[in-house]
């Protein structure tokens, strides 16, 4: 009988422990992370809108817990998944062209896609309270 092939030694797959952690990998796993969110802030956003079709009362609850210190940070880092999603799915549609996919583009284009997720929530929010009357 021949020597089975199960015996022999096979390759090691890669892992977390052999790559390095780039920026592109930490784009790609909050990609996930912020579509998955976005699922819990569409179902308060509903949750919302339910309460502005019914009563005078539950609209008030409703606003008086997304206005407390709870719910503002909330509807804050809601407002960053949005925008950090979005601007995740403009890279990949660039990637898509076949633009941007050299390693220190696609790093620039990552990197970019964090710190503009971040300055485009702040103007969002910092609009958004000068629009309102301040805080």
Same mark, same amino acid.
């Given at each position: 009988m *021949?020597? *089975?092939t199960a015996t022999r030694a096979r390759p090691v797959s890669p892992h977390l422990q052999i790559y390095r952690f780039t920026p592109t990998m930490l784009m790609s796993i909050l990609h996930r992370i912020t579509g998955a969110a976005l699922y819990f802030g569409t179902v308060l956003f509903a949750v919302w809108l339910v309460a502005a079709a019914g009563s005078r009362e539950l609209f008030d609850f409703v606003n008086g817990l997304f206005? %407390?210190? @709870? &719910?503002? @940070?909330? =509807?804050?880092?809601? #407002?960053? !998944? +949005? =925008?950090?999603?979005? =601007?995740? &799915?403009?890279?990949? @549609?660039?990637?898509? #062209? &076949?633009?941007?996919? /050299?390693?220190?583009? %696609? !790093?620039?284009?990552? #990197?970019?896609? @964090?710190?503009? *997720?971040?300055?485009?929530? +702040? =103007?969002?929010?910092?609009? /958004?309270?000068?629009?309102?009357? &301040?805080?």
């Open positions: *021949s020597k *089975s206005g %407390s210190f @709870l &719910g503002r @940070l909330v =509807l804050f880092g809601y #407002t960053w !998944t +949005l =925008l950090h999603h979005m =601007l995740g &799915g403009i890279r990949h @549609l660039i990637w898509d #062209t &076949g633009h941007g996919l /050299g390693k220190q583009t %696609s !790093t620039r284009i990552a #990197t970019a896609n @964090l710190i503009g *997720s971040v300055v485009l929530t +702040l =103007l969002v929010w910092i609009v /958004g309270y000068a629009v309102r009357g &301040g805080f």
